[in-house]
């Protein structure tokens, strides 16, 4: 048996968003008696407000190389994708560090070949964690693109599409009249459209999503603790169960799927993990007149539109400021004035905006996996831009890890000992 595998105990699994809810559900249909446990209502966090693609094709990590130099006049693009609380640049400088030291083709590279077994395959995922349940009929196989400018800024991004191509994951280019055919009411300034060939889907509303699987979890007999988690207990080494606002819970596995807020976690524990949050926004706009045919990736923007249950959700940039700011104004203003650009004529009777937070390891490799050391403690966060593509696979890995079945995804590139 190794640290993680339990033979027959509760499961405690802390966070109850995608790859939360996700492992709990798994761990239950494995027959585990498992306990979820949220300080908010399932759904809630990052989960709750992302742009809803299942993008099978994310391979590539925001640090790319050349990144360094195109920071400053992101910053000072009024309409840019890139924000920061400068107050809080001091406390996030030791992570940032660690971040822009992996903007190599190196980086880039390790991260891809690792996503990809996450990424891959992840709508037939969903639709089997999703069988037999309300969520299934959200997930809709909605064709996933890139929009350019032009074909020139397409082709400038040689080592991402390059190594799409490496892992097998087919797209293809349209031009001009091509683009107007496929999106009617997108701006003329967008004459390339590059819609990615490989399996592709949305959430329609993530957030119902996950609350129709946590239904499903509570249904099926799993129980859904709502408190918030305030350490663990502890039998010398071992892991015993949470200590939470709402009392104990004894537990003979832990699993950590706090998303963003892991690492104030296993502060606790003195594990030491390199997370960051990504702040990330939405705009909402209801009774909207235009509905694309795809999710789209505005790439110049770095923001994605998707066409959800009467509304259309533009989602995306980053802002470095910490996890208990408020939200800034300025990214919402942002992806109002590029709805207007994208969508000429566009008209709305309501908006809704939101603030999210991506939970950014410093290496762009989600946490996964036992913990040497700690027996009874599971990681399973840091999914970045892509824990809703990643979860369903994510609750399976750690799932079969828990009931010692060996997982069909090596989980070493992972392991938390690689900051060690
Ligand atoms: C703007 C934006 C757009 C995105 N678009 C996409 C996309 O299109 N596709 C995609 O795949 N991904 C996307 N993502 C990323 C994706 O949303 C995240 O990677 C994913 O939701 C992370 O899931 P999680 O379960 O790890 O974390 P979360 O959903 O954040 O869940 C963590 C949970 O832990 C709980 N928690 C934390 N601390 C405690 C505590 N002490 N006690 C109790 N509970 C606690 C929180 O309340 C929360 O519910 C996007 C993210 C953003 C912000």
Redesign the pocket.
């Known amino acids: 048996m190794t640290s993680a595998e339990s033979t027959s105990g509760t499961v405690a699994v802390?966070?109850?968003?995608?790859?939360?809810v996700s492992t709990a559900l798994r761990l239950l249909r494995h027959g585990r008696d498992v306990v979820l446990?949220?300080?908010?209502e399932p759904g809630?966090?990052?989960?709750f407000?992302?742009?809803?693609?299942?993008?099978s094709s994310s391979i590539i990590p925001v640090t790319v190389p050349g990144l360094m130099t195109k920071v400053p006049s992101m910053l000072l693009d009024p309409l840019g994708p890139l924000y920061l609380r400068w107050s809080y640049l001091p406390r996030m400088a030791p992570w940032l560090l660690k971040y822009l030291g992996n903007a190599t083709e190196r980086g880039v590279r390790h991260v891809a070949a690792n996503m990809a077994p996450l990424v891959a395959d992840s709508l037939f995922e969903h639709l089997r964690l999703a069988e037999g349940t309300a969520a299934k009929a959200r997930i809709k196989t909605v064709p996933y693109a890139f929009v350019f400018p032009d074909r020139a800024a397409f082709e400038a991004d040689t080592l991402g599409w390059g190594l799409r191509k490496e892992h097998d994951i087919p797209w293809e280019v349209l031009e001009g009249d091509a683009v107007r055919e496929a999106e009617p009411e997108l701006a003329p300034k967008y004459g390339c459209l590059v819609r990615l060939a490989h399996q592709h889907g949305i959430i329609d509303v993530p957030g119902d999503y996950i609350k129709d699987l946590a239904r499903a979890f509570a249904d099926g007999g799993g129980r859904i603790v709502t408190a918030?988690?305030t350490g663990f207990l502890r039998d010398g080494e071992r892991i015993t169960g949470l200590a939470t606002e709402a009392g104990d819970i004894d537990a003979e596995t832990v699993v950590v799927?706090?998303?963003?807020?892991s690492a104030r976690?296993l502060k606790t524990l003195g594990i030491d993990v390199p997370l960051e949050t990504e702040r990330?926004?939405?705009i909402e706009l209801h009774g909207v007149s235009v509905k694309p045919n795809h999710a789209m990736m505005v790439a110049d923007g770095k923001f994605?539109v998707t066409p959800m249950r009467n509304r259309l959700r533009l989602?995306?940039l980053v802002e470095f400021g910490g996890l208990d700011a408020p939200p800034s104004p300025a990214p919402v203003k942002t992806l109002m004035k590029r709805a207007e650009i994208i969508f000429p004529g566009l008209t709305y009777e309501s908006t809704t905006d939101w603030l999210?937070?991506?939970?950014a390891v410093a290496d762009s490799l989600p946490v996964m996996g036992p913990v040497d050391g700690h027996p009874g403690l599971v990681l399973a966060?840091g999914?970045?831009?892509?824990?809703?593509?990643?979860?369903p696979r994510t609750g399976r890995l750690i799932a079969d890890q828990i009931v010692g079945r060996t997982p069909n995804v090596d989980l070493t590139p992972y392991d938390v000992k690689r900051f060690a």
């Open positions: 802390i966070g109850a968003g995608i790859v939360g446990v949220d300080r908010l809630e966090g990052a989960s407000g992302n742009a809803g693609v299942l993008a918030g988690v799927a706090a998303g963003a807020w976690l990330g926004y939405h994605v989602a995306g999210g937070h991506r939970p966060f999914h970045h831009h892509v824990g809703l593509t990643s979860g």
